[in-house]
C-alpha cells in the first residue's frame, strides 16, 4: 500500500513539474526571451513573442487584449502603451517636394489614417488610407511622390506595444492590403456624355477627347487602361499623373504615344480614390 503512495505521489509531482515547465516555456516564449507577466491576444491566440508579423486589411477593425499575470499598474497610469511607427526593416526612400526622404526616420505615425480606438484593456487599430495618402496626410504642405514598387504585402508598419512602465515591449510589423470592394477614380476634366450606341466615354479638356469604354472604379492593384485622343494640332499629352487631387502622386501611369494625336493610357489602381491628371503641353513647344 506504501508502495502504491509513493508512485502515485511521485507521479503528481512529475505532472505538477511538467506543468511549470510548460507554463515557463509559454510565458518565455519556448525558453528564448525573459519571463513576461505582461501578454496580448488577437483573434483568441495569446502572444509571448517580443517580435511577431500580421496582415491588416484596408478600413478593417483590428482588436488586440492586453493581459497582466501578476503586476499591479499604479493608480492613475495608463496600462498600456501603443503606438506606429514605420519598420525599419522595410525602409523605402520617397521625396517631399524633390528632398529624398527614408522611410524609417519619420518617426511616430501621428496621422488620421491610422485610427486606434483604445479601452482600458484592449484597443481597437484601423488603417483607413494607402501609403500615398498616409505620406500626404503626414507632409500636408508639400508634394509626396513615392516608388511605384511598393509591395503592400510587406510589413511596412510597425505596431509597438508595452506594459504601463515599458519595461515588457512587443513590435508587430504588419503590412496593409486591400480586401474590400472597390475604389473610384474621377477624370481630371470638364462635363462628360455617354455615347449610348457604342457605349463610349467622350469627356472635354482643351481639345482632349477620351474614346474607349472606362470602368469608373476598380480593386486595388487592377491595372486600368483607356484610349484618348487630342482633337486638332495645337496640344499633345505630356503626362499623366495619378494622384490624391492635391497634386500628391498616388501611383506611376504609363502614356503611349500612338501617333495622329492618339493615346493609350495604363496604371494600376490604388487603394483608394483617385483623380487621374492630364498635362497637356503646346505641340510647338514639345517638337
Known sequence: MKTVTKVISALLIIVLLLSIVGVVLILTNGGNEGFKTFYYDKDGKRVFSSVSTDSFELDKPETYRVHYLFDSVTEGAEKYVVKVYPNEKEDFEFTVDGEPVSWRRVGELK????????????????????????????????????????????????????????????????????????????????????????????????????????????????????????????????????????????????????????????????ACDATVEFTLASARGSA
Open 111 to 270: 496621422t488620421d489614417a491610422i485610427q486606434i480606438e483604445r479601452k482600458e484593456m484592449c484597443f481597437t487599430i484601423t488603417v483607413t488610407a494607402d501609403m500615398g495618402h498616409l505620406l500626404a496626410q503626414l507632409y500636408p504642405n508639400g508634394k509626396v511622390a513615392f516608388p511605384d514598387e511598393l509591395d503592400d504585402s510587406k510589413p511596412y508598419f510597425m505596431l509597438y506595444l508595452a506594459n504601463y512602465n515599458e519595461s515588457v515591449q512587443y513590435r508587430i510589423g504588419f503590412s496593409v492590403t486591400c480586401g474590400g470592394p472597390g475604389h473610384g477614380f474621377s477624370l481630371s476634366s470638364g462635363p462628360s456624355y455617354t455615347d449610348r450606341e457604342s457605349g463610349m466615354i467622350y469627356e472635354q479638356l482643351g481639345g482632349l477627347q477620351y474614346a474607349s469604354p472606362i470602368p469608373m472604379t476598380a480593386l486595388a492593384g487592377q491595372k486600368v487602361t483607356f484610349s484618348c485622343r487630342i482633337q486638332g494640332a495645337q496640344y499633345v499629352i505630356s503626362k499623366v499623373s495619378v494622384t490624391d487631387g492635391r497634386g500628391n502622386e498616388l501611383a506611376a501611369a504609363v502614356l503611349e504615344d500612338l501617333g495622329s494625336g492618339a493615346y493609350f493610357c495604363s496604371f494600376i489602381m490604388p
